[in-house]
């Protein structure tokens, strides 16, 4: 009943490889972690979220696929947000907590639920990595569709090219939440371009960010806060633990 206004288009099955069921994930789990204000986990959630923020217009219709429990599009100031998800667990703790008449969320596992042209940016952040070619492939020729002329596309995904796998196997150790099964798909600085193949997308910015500053956290939040502008310059010459990549519908 809640999409009758967005003319859902018919839908197309996408095949995943991926056994992992994200409605295992805790009922709100993440946005818990990111409120918590304290901790490395948490620090790590605000960092990468207000680095994407500063990066959306304000004037912008915006889409946050993978939104999880609705943490960063809560953040947002803009025009219009909207958050997609196929973890309908998460999007029900998001619609309970964050929905309102400039904040929707909605739980997808085919096409996405609106109408084409409609979004003036995306964001997909630490996403792309749990997805197969095949499947960042349909989905971004779904972003294409929604995606007004001259739209932009923001994506955050880690750097297997620096000290991530490391990190990675860590948090796999002692995380109550695994990420072996979850990250099908490695990037790095040299292999993004694939995103964008075969699709009338162009990236137009790619850099590493984070690197010390969540680390902070584990002494002081209030630290780790605040040595974000030195992990921004440091990242110019060391290679960042996430990747940003910018693209832009031609």
Known sequence: MLFNNYNIMPTLKIKSKLKYDYNN????????????????????HYTKFNYIKKKINKKDIHLDIGCGSGTFVSLLNNKMSCGIDISSKQIKYANMKYGAKNKI?????????????KFDSVSLIELVEHLSDREIYILFKEIFRVLKPNGVIHIT????????????????QIS???????????????NTNKITNKLKLKIIEKKT????????????FKISKSCIK???????????????????KK
């Open 176 to 190: 109550k939440v695994s990420y072996e099964h979850q990250h099908i798909n490695k990037f790095n600085l040299f």
């Open 209 to 220: 960010f984070m690197l010390i500053s969540p680390f902070l956290a584990f002494f002081s």
């Open 25 to 44: 994930i805790d009922f709100g789990f993440y946005d818990k972690v990111f409120h918590k204000n304290k901790g490395i986990r948490s620090a790590w």
């Open 105 to 117: 969320f909605y739980s997808f596992n085919k096409r996405i639920p609106f109408k084409k042209k």
């Open 157 to 172: 995904t880690p750097n297997y090219l620096s000290l991530w796998p490391i990190l990675e196997i860590i948090l796999n």
């Open 230 to 248: 030195f992990d921004n310059f440091f990242t110019k010459i060391f290679p960042g633990f996430l990747i940003y990549v910018k693209i832009i």
